[in-house]
């Protein structure tokens, strides 16, 4: 059983912080968990850990991903079990650290066995949806899978692909997949949650998005817009980079990217609280109690570790 103490929390809140808290008292290698910040091209962008953080111990699955690049949750699932099992192998704790919930459901409680779909059959059903429009597809995965599509917002073009692509490669729609058995968990886990009120942590966005453009973040997105001119392609899917897309192509002006930023930024946050409020096994923290949280996994990893070593005395 692997030992996986996870911080995880809303954007802004300080996650990073309170990893590299944990760093400083024992030796661990920080696993991204969150979905925007796989993509290279928008480290500044996307809060990805500093150069000077990042330094203070090994940060991996951070800017591994070309813009062009998509990452389903089974994908991201398969690449952090491996990415963990390395980290055990150089007698280090791997510690899980991020903001998008499905990644760590996927991780943790297993994720349908879905087979590999050809990037050929994925890029048609793009390319369908491009021409169709979203609405028309959704129509049809109702008629194909109408359990899925009704927890599919008609809008949501990416879930609606995948689960359109995945029937026509398989024969098999995406809630009977969801339905096949899962394999039990091989980690010992423990969450904790760093967060803030809604209304303190939008303060903290506002000046995170001013400091990201006094950093960069304009000529960051011109250089990706250089590489890929394609507002479809999955990294310029994330939050901030689509609103400096837009200002880079002059379709709104720079105050208004900010204020859409800071708006759409919020609605996320949202949105995650709401995720993982709903798990009653994360521990929460505010910012200000990195130190407690830390103090309490290192309680927790010691415990495990007692246990684990009597476990297998008692079996010999």
Known sequence: MVILPCIVGPTGAGKT?????????????????????????FPRITAQPAPDEASQCPHLLYGYLDIEEKLSAGTYARTAA?????????????????????????????????PHVPPSLASAWQERCNTEGSLA????????????????????RQRITRALEVWQATGKTFSWWHNQPLPPSSYSVQKVGITLPLAE??????????????QGAVAEAQAALTRCDDPTAPGWSGIGCRELYLYCKKEISLEACKTLWLRNTRAYAKRQLT????????HWFAPRQKE???????????????????SIHTLK
């Open 17 to 41: 912080a309170a990893a590299l808290a944990l760093a400083a008292e024992l030796p661990c290698s920080v696993i991204n968990a969150d979905s925007r910040q796989v993509y290279r091209d």
């Open 82 to 114: 491996s990415t963990i099992e390395d980290v055990v192998q150089t007698k280090r704790t791997p510690l899980l650290v991020g903001g998008t919930g499905l990644y760590f459901r996927a991780l943790l409680e297993g994720i349908a066995p879905i």
């Open 137 to 156: 597809l959704h129509a049809l995965l109702q008629d194909i899978d109408p359990s899925y599509a009704a927890k599919v917002h008609p809008h949501d």
């Open 201 to 214: 942590l939008e303060k903290i966005l506002q000046n995170r998005i001013d400091a990201m453009l006094e």
């Open 275 to 282: 995720w993982f409020m709903a798990d009653s096994h994360i």
């Open 292 to 310: 407690e949280a830390v103090e309490m996994l290192l309680r927790w990893i010691q415990k495990t570790k007692e246990n684990t070593d009597e």
